[in-house]
């Protein structure tokens, strides 16, 4: 395996722990709404912060997703989340076992 493929190949495994993260502050983000912390604490700031620009783009697109004030935006997110996170890990997989099975049948027809 050439040393581009791996590099290629832990770029789009960060790619997909970063969007894991990402789903963990949208959750926080959540739980949170529903106990209306302090707005001026740096954590709360930081959440909303990271979360506030997608919810409002998600609204603006889809605005029927606010159902009598209860904003389903978040879950909107995690899903697309998942979706993202699965095709990167498949798409990973299956850079991986192409380039093994190059490196075996270079192998092969060298040897």
Do not use: C, H
């Not at 605005?63 to 899903?79: E, H």
């Not at 991986?96 to 099975?101: D, V």
């Amino acid at each position: 395996m050439s040393y581009l493929m791996i590099i290629l190949l832990k770029a789009l495994q960060l790619v997909s722990t970063l969007l894991t993260v990402y789903m963990w502050v949208v959750i926080v983000s959540a739980l949170l709404s529903w106990v209306n912390p302090d707005p001026y604490n740096p954590i709360v700031r930081f959440l909303r912060n990271a979360t506030e620009p997608l919810y409002s783009r998600i609204r603006r697109m889809f605005p029927f997703i606010v159902l009598g004030g209860f904003d389903l935006s978040p879950i909107v997110v995690i899903f697309a989340v998942q979706i993202l996170s699965a095709l990167i890990d498949r798409l990973v997989f299956d850079m991986a076992m192409n380039a093994r099975m190059m490196g075996a049948l270079s192998s092969f027809l060298m040897g």
